[in-house]
T-cell receptor, first 118, second 111 residues
């Protein structure tokens, strides 16, 4: 069974500071990994994904994440936080073997609420 | 382009009343469709998914049911709501490669 752990339900950073949101996963097979962002009272939006190939993945809004197999991690970073980055962020892992191209094998973390202080 | 619609956006219902949330997808055919529930501090829980008309898979036993009467329509229902059914319900579809596209959500409050 796969699982996702997001360390810290709330993370607070100052505007202009580095953003680091942590995600660790467990999976019995090489996973697909995702970060989604959710603004208040909205659905989730894909930030970035890792499937195969380059382990450093760049996404929208200046975010990037690095897949580290040895650490079973997929932490999300952004060099300089902006007020508009305040949102809930979800890490997700997919068991490719089970999912068969669909998303029924997708497991989400519990989310990290990112707070940006002026 | 593909779009996904959910309604109603917000709903306040008394305990024991029925529920119907609707989701439709435009601009694609035979999508995989999903219902998730988001409760405070508990992340996203997959409730149902469907790979085709009339085909529903349930991930967790509960007070809810789902139906797919048309290719691009997915309905979440309950005959009698419980307090614990309160939450933010999200419909999603996938164009493939495990990527989900979500609707704007329906916030249900059961009183």
């Amino acid at each position: 069974a796969q699982s996702v752990t997001q360390l810290g339900s709330h993370v607070s950073v100052s505007e202009g500071a580095l953003v680091l949101l942590r995600c660790n996963y467990s999976s019995s097979v090489p996973p697909y990994l995702f970060w989604y962002v959710q603004y208040p009272n909205q659905g989730l939006q894909l930030l970035l994904k890792y499937t195969t190939g380059a382990t450093l993945v760049k996404g929208i809004n200046g975010f990037e994440a690095e897949f580290k197999k040895s650490e079973t991690s997929f932490h999300l970073t952004k060099p300089s936080a902006h007020m508009s980055d305040a949102a809930e962020y979800f890490c997700a892992v997919s068991d490719k073997r089970r999912s068969g191209g669909g998303a029924d094998g997708l497991t989400f973390g519990k989310g990290t609420h990112l707070i940006i202080q002026p | 382009s593909q779009t996904i619609h959910q309604w109603p956006a917000t709903l306040v219902q008394p305990v024991g009343s029925p529920l119907s949330l609707e989701c439709t997808v435009e601009g694609t055919s035979n999508p995989n469709l999903y219902w998730y529930r988001q409760a405070a501090g508990r992340g996203l829980q997959l409730l149902f998914y469907s790979v085709g008309i009339g085909q529903i898979s349930s991930e967790v036993p509960q007070n809810l049911s789902a139906s797919r009467p048309q290719d691009r329509q997915f309905i979440l229902s309950s005959k009698k709501l419980l307090l614990s059914d309160s939450g933010f319900y999200l419909c999603a579809w996938t164009p493939g490669a495990n990527v989900l596209t979500f609707g704007a959500g329906s916030r249900l409050t059961v009183l």
